[in-house]
């Protein structure tokens, strides 16, 4: 079962913030949390992951709570394209890569 | 274009016939990964490589599912006697591993298959 949960959907609005929460609570000290996303009938795309820190790169920013049992991934300036379902993932454990997804996040962007 | 290929992008085929996809990974990953998708669902691991070692295998993946890659390069999945219930997307998906601790995996565009 994924260790993740994300709201069903989400509506934003093209140019503004999108912030999408994911709560991980059961979160170990060595999982990462992983964000993809999968935009209708394309394979999942690589977003941003952390560990501890926040971390930003030129598709998004990750922010972790300080107790590592929740993130948020913010799309500053969300486009069209962006609509998409979005995963937030806990790596599982040390010895395997497999991911766990769950039924993640539809963000509709509006113009 | 450097991303993993996946063939073919569409398959429909009857009942109780064999199919095979295709994965050609990212050059030099190390790790290939198999997951089946279907609708309104997130992707549900099969099995992965290292290398050309099957390391584990889900449950999911019943006797009638076989994958392999063979030269350490790309993979071949196969179910046989497929059954309405195989329809899905089936996804591949690649990753460079150094020493055991885990990398970015990278998808590619998946093999949708239909079962008549």
């Known amino acids: 079962d994924a260790k993740t949960t994300q709201p069903t959907s989400m509506d934003c609005a093209e140019g503004r913030a999108a912030n999408l929460p994911c709560n991980h609570s059961t979160i170990s000290g060595n999982e990462y949390v992983y964000w993809y996303r999968q935009i209708h009938s394309q394979g999942p795309q690589y977003i941003i992951h952390g560990l501890k820190n926040n971390e930003t790169n030129e598709m998004a920013s990750l922010i972790i709570t300080e107790d590592r049992k929740s993130s948020t991934l913010i799309l500053p300036h969300a486009t069209l394209r962006d609509t998409a379902v979005y995963y937030c993932?806990?790596?599982?454990?040390?010895?395997?890569?497999?991911?766990?997804f769950g039924t993640g996040t539809r963000l509709q962007v509006f113009p | 274009d450097t991303g993993v290929s996946q063939n073919p992008r569409h398959k429909i085929t009857k009942r109780g016939q064999n199919v095979t996809f295709r994965c050609d990974p990212i050059?030099?990953?190390?790790?290939l990964y198999w997951y089946r998708q279907t609708l309104g669902q997130g992707p549900e691991f099969l099995t992965y490589f290292q290398n050309e070692a099957q390391l584990e295998k889900s449950r999911l993946l019943s006797d009638r599912f076989s994958a392999e890659r063979p030269k350490g390069s790309f993979s071949t999945l196969e179910i046989q006697r497929t059954e309405q219930g195989d329809s899905a997307m089936y996804l591949c998906a690649s990753s460079l591993v150094p020493r055991g601790v885990g990398e970015t995996q990278y998808f590619g565009p998946g093999t949708r298959l239909l079962v008549l």
């Open positions: 993932i806990v790596r599982a454990s040390y010895n395997t890569d497999k991911l766990i």
């Open positions: 050059s030099e990953h190390n790790r």
